[in-house]
């Protein structure tokens, strides 16, 4: 094993812009960090984001780790490459060959810009309705069959050049807080565990799936006091030495507020970095400002100095960064137009073998006056950085149906549309009522859309994001899980005829 280097700095960071500027330079330089993670503040387009994983590279040295969020669906950090359909999508589809196919065509738009390491796939199993940041990340409710997809899109993108990190463990499908915004707790007992939410996650430490995420979530079976990031029993008792996991393991942002509120009164940012590598974390993914990356820095870089941590942890996480480089070194690749067309059409079809129909679905006529319901905005929040845009849909299907009509209604305040409503329905033949949120449907949506279904026309919901907003309306829909240019042409082939193989990947309870 190479000799332990002091330079290492197991830290993770993101850069402010698309350009680095002299002080971020700086900053990088001074402390040698483990890798950069890539927003979309960073992009502008793929010619000046391989420019900057350049000048990153430049900077770290050729061994840096340039990582992205690049799930599909709605978690796309470039939209510049071929947009990937949600993993829901692909668990609607429920090909493993196909899943396979959209991992590597993930991994090689990336890799053609040098990004040599994508937190992705999701291999959290959705298991509540509520959940509000998993959902369509999920590839369904089914912990055998997210396994089975997840590792296959897995193998797909790392067999591409681009290193797989499946999160976010040990499990964060059955919560309904944002570890984004709160700490989630999943007080389910040890045997309940394995059943679902340890399933996919054995099933990738068999595979010897490259890295893992933590999941910022306490399970008090596991560990009474600390959340998964911070907690020894689960990433080195559990994880490593239980089933012997031996890739790379990263930490979810720490600036998350589930971190940041439960260390508030027990450590400070440097103190719960420390903490989460000391817990058995290989590399902290360090978000946030300058001052937070410094703070933690410092307080790695002095306890390594001290030894407060033993060096045979120091040396194997840095043996753990050395493996995986050497698999992954991140040496672009070339990315034809043909190539790029062919991985646009796998797309394409998997997003037209995942629309999904629910209950006794009518279409409408080619010369229908439909009249189209929507929100008049959806916005991004959490590790979504946009939303969908009815009314980008809206504009394409009035193409093939010129009678169409757009009605949009303030989220918070559907009841104020009754007033046009009413008028709007006596010229309409056939009414399309499009939700577009990832939070549920909002009591004023349901009645909205109970008031548009009992009108006397011919009416279809179609769910363009949360699959469930359909259990919720309980109505004729169509599912997209999700809003992406391949799935938009998807639904608008279903809603002029086309075949909509798709199945439910989730578990739909009655109302």
């Not at 870089?301 to 840095?318: F, M």
Request: a negative charge; charged letters at 20%; proline letters at 8%.
């Amino acid at each position: 094993m190479k000799k332990y280097s002091a330079k290492f700095c197991p830290l993770v960071v993101d850069v402010p812009g698309p350009t680095l500027d002299d002080a971020t330079r700086r900053h990088l330089a001074h402390y040698g960090f483990a890798g950069v993670c890539l927003f979309r503040k960073n992009v502008q387009h793929r010619r000046q984001l391989a420019e900057l994983v350049e000048q990153i590279r430049e900077v770290l040295g050729p061994e840096a780790l340039i990582a992205i969020d690049q799930e599909g669906g709605a978690v796309l950090r470039t939209t510049d490459l071929p947009e990937a359909p949600s993993a829901m999508a692909l668990g609607a589809a429920d090909d493993p060959a196909l899943a396979e196919a959209v991992g590597a065509a993930v991994g090689r738009g990336l890799i053609s810009l040098g990004i040599n390491w994508d937190y992705a796939p999701v291999l959290d199993v959705n298991t509540d309705p509520r959940n509000p940041v998993i959902g369509d990340r999920s590839f369904g409710s089914d912990p055998a069959k997210v396994a089975e997809l997840g590792l296959s899109w897995a193998r797909g993108l790392e067999g591409a050049g681009v290193m797989a990190c499946v999160k976010h463990f040990p499990g964060h499908g059955d919560t309904y807080l944002d570890s984004h915004l709160a700490l989630p707790v999943v007080r389910k007992p040890r045997e309940q565990l394995e059943a679902v939410e340890f399933y996919p996650f054995r099933r990738a430490v068999e595979a010897g799936i490259s890295s893992i995420m933590t999941a910022h979530i306490l399970y008090p079976a596991l560990d009474p006091e600390y959340p998964a990031t911070l907690s020894q029993a689960i990433l080195t008792g559990l994880l490593r030495e239980e089933w012997g996991y031996d890739g790379l393991v990263v930490t979810d942002s720490m600036d998350m507020q589930a971190i940041t509120q439960f260390s508030a009164d027990r450590f400070n940012a440097g103190a719960a970095a420390l903490h989460a590598f000391g817990a058995g974390a290989d590399l902290v993914l360090a978000l946030g400002s300058r001052e937070t990356q410094q703070a933690q820095a410092e307080a790695l870089r002095q306890a390594q100095e001290e030894g407060t941590i033993p060096a045979e942890r120091w040396e194997e996480s840095q043996r753990r960064l050395e493996e995986a480089i050497a698999r992954f070194p991140g040496t672009p690749r070339p990315y034809s137009p043909t190539l790029e067309a062919g991985d646009l059409a796998i797309f394409t079809a998997a997003a037209r073998r995942s629309i999904t129909r629910y209950g006794e679905v009518q279409l409408p006529r080619p010369g229908d006056r439909i009249l189209f319901v929507a929100p008049d905005v959806a916005v991004g929040e959490s590790a979504y950085e946009n939303g969908p845009a009815a009314q980008d849909l809206a504009r394409r299907l009035a193409e093939r149906f010129p009678g169409l009509k757009t009605l949009a209604y303030p989220r918070s305040e559907p009841e104020a549309i009754r007033e046009s409503l009413q008028a709007a329905l006596q010229e309409a033949d056939f009414i399309l009522y499009v939700t577009t949120s990832r939070q549920p449907l909002r009591p004023g949506e349901v009645e909205l859309g109970h008031l548009l279904f009992a009108s006397g026309r011919p009416a279809l919901h179609v769910a363009l994001w949360n699959p469930y907003h359909a259990m919720n309306l309980g109505q004729p829909a169509l599912i997209t899980y999700g809003w992406r240019q391949p799935t938009l042409e998807a639904l608008l082939e279903a809603l002029s005829g086309a075949s909509t193989p798709g199945k439910l990947p989730v578990e739909f309870i009655p109302r």
